[in-house]
């Protein structure tokens, strides 16, 4: 059973920062593609960032862009996801994507809050 196991989620004022982690032991982790995706309550699932599997290319949606850093490090096997000017709007349930050819696998997610 592989896991991806998210962390550093919580709440934080507008304005304010987070650092997602999503570290995982079960997969050889510099073969896959990483994304991060989030999903607020009564909306779909959607993708925020993804870096490649040598993190030479990331991608971002436009609500992130300019706010939001996706980065790995293929020694430690971790995802990382810098979130900074953070708004109401990015609350949301945080899911960790791990995507390689046929295979596909999620963490469980983390929830951020962003309130004042």
């Known amino acids: 059973q592989v896991q991806l196991v998210e962390s550093g989620g919580g709440l934080v004022q507008p304005g304010g920062s987070l650092k997602l982690s999503c570290a995982t032991s079960?997969?050889?982790?510099?073969?896959?593609?990483m994304s991060w995706y989030r999903q607020a309550p009564g909306k779909e699932r959607e993708l925020v960032a993804a870096i490649s599997s040598g993190g030479g290319t990331t991608n971002y949606a436009d609500s992130v862009k300019g706010r939001f850093t996706i980065s790995r490090d293929n020694a430690k096997n971790t995802v990382y996801l810098q979130m900074n000017s953070l708004k109401p709007e990015d609350t949301a349930v945080y899911y960790c994507?791990?995507?390689?050819?046929?295979?596909?696998?999620w963490g469980q997610g983390t929830q951020v809050t962003v309130s004042s």
């Open positions: 994507n791990a995507v390689r050819s046929s295979y596909d696998y």
């Open positions: 079960e997969i050889t982790f510099s073969r896959y593609r």
